[in-house]
């Protein structure tokens, strides 16, 4: 079960100036029809994700078995969308601990920072080990370069063997990879054409590496189907959870001047869900001076880092608390306690979380600073794929609201043809000249 308590950003609890009332919502009872319609009609198209629920994973199912036999590691070669999904569902539902119990092992090499990449490449042993490569355009440069140096180093250690440990998750007929795996004879999935790199954790890139990790991956998507036949019946904004979330979001910025949405989760296995949805809220919806900037926290770190400018800084915040009921594993505090620390004898170490985030709620309330608090009973693949389900959903509809395409990046292609130019790729010579231009060094300071 997951419950979203909105109470703290309503107008009964922060006042006019800050909350918002009841009949703002309201007033947005017809553009969610016109919406909801646009939203259904586009199903098929960039709304791809919302197919997801219902597709056929037998074959994901028999390749993980496989894996599980014989390999002891799986390494997800991917970045961003092709990346940040399959690292979210494996630390929500199997714990940060996972790596230390179990196998296969399980790793992301994203960055092309060659520390991360040791990091990962000493942990394990390449014979053990299957490397799955993920990218809808099958050319991003941090994956393609992390795989040509995995790919020599299996030639090398393996020999003839070596394609026994890649699969290549990508476009079905576009790209390098398409073309390198079809050549090659390497096991394949495909990415639906028509799905977005951030809203693709659902599919054959998210699911695979859930399945190896033993996340039972139907539980996952009935829970993203619950979410799909909730949003599908309720077009009242108070009952379609996905709308309520963009709603309030998008009220709160452009009426009241929100412009920063801080996600705080009060568990660690929720930090990278956190980094997940920074990628799709400020990805989808950060365009033509639109948008609001994700800000990622963590609880109860963060109440001794980040709070003090909720607080008290500038009244351009919207929180959102993540919380899980269940903790599997807890810890009571217990023995010669002093007499000054009496107050948490008998507390566990969840107790005092629980009562830190209702302090930092309460603080923020008194401050008159919006928050939402989604609690989740437990991370299973359930609840899990639900809340997938609902922040592609909320991410999806807040785009139309804005009026923006939240499905395309156009913003992130400059940067990556700047990079393009600089390493020599043919055809992006004019783009070196023009990165000679915008980067000259016009002040600088050496110490
Ligand atoms: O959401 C997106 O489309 C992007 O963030 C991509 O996921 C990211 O750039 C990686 O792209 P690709 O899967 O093509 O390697």
């Known amino acids: 079960m997951i419950k979203i308590d909105y109470s703290n950003v309503m107008s009964e609890k922060l006042g006019e100036r800050e909350g918002i009332l009841v009949q703002e919502i309201e007033a947005y009872r017809q553009i969610i029809l016109d919406l909801h319609k646009e939203i259904y009609n586009r199903k098929d198209k960039d709304f791809y994700f919302m197919n997801l629920p219902f597709q056929d994973i037998s074959k994901i199912k028999e390749t993980a078995r496989k894996i599980k036999e014989n390999f002891d590691c799986f390494v997800v070669v991917g970045i961003g969308g092709s990346a940040l999904g399959n690292q979210t569902v494996q630390d929500a539902v199997n714990g940060l601990d996972y790596n230390l119990k179990n196998f296969p092992k399980f790793y992301v090499l994203d960055n092309v920072d060659p520390e991360k990449f ?8 390449v014979r053990k080990t299957i490397f799955n490569v993920i990218t809808k355009s099958g050319s991003t440069v941090e994956t393609v370069a992390n795989f040509l140096i995995v790919l020599d180093m299996l030639k090398t250690v393996i020999g003839d063997n070596w394609k026994r440990h890649i699969i290549i998750t990508t476009d079905p007929e576009k790209g390098f990879l398409r073309k390198f795996a079809n050549q090659e004879g390497i096991e394949s999935f495909d990415i639906p054409p028509n799905l977005g790199g951030r809203f693709s954790v659902l599919s054959n890139v998210g699911l695979l590496s859930a399945a190896v990790c033993g996340i039972d991956i139907d539980e996952l998507l009935e829970g993203a189907k619950y979410g799909y ?83 008290d800084g500038p009244k351009d915040k919207i929180v959102t608390f993540l919380n899980i009921e269940e903790s599997f594993r807890d810890f009571e505090i217990t023995g010669d306690i002093p007499t000054d620390l009496e107050y948490l004898k008998g507390k566990t170490l969840k107790q005092i979380l629980d009562i830190e985030l209702e302090g930092t709620k309460a603080a923020l309330v008194k401050a008159k ?37 939240p499905f395309d990046q156009p913003a992130v292609e400059e940067g990556k043809n700047f990079a393009y130019g600089l390493m020599g790729r043919k055809g992006y010579e004019e783009k070196l000249n023009e990165y000679k231009n915008l980067s000259k060094i016009t002040h600088l300071l050496e110490i």
């Open 369 to 405: 600073v919006p928050n939402l608090t989604i609690t989740l009973d437990k991370p299973s693949p359930f609840n899990i794929g639900l809340l997938i389900y609902l922040y592609e959903m909320a991410t999806g509809f807040s785009g139309l609201l804005y009026k923006v395409n």
């Open 229 to 311: 036949q909730l949003c599908e019946k309720s077009i009242d904004p108070f009952g379609n959870p996905a709308y309520l979330i963009g709603l309030i979001h998008y009220i709160a910025n452009v009426k009241k001047g929100k412009t920063i949405s801080v996600m705080m989760a009060y568990s660690e296995r929720l930090s990278s869900f956190v980094n997940w949805y920074r990628q799709l809220w400020a990805e989808s919806l950060g365009k033509e001076g639109l948008g609001q900037t994700p800000v990622k926290s963590i609880g109860s770190i963060d109440q001794h880092s980040q709070i003090q400018l909720y607080i």
């Open 118 to 125: 040791a990091l990962v490449m000493d942990q394990i042993d």
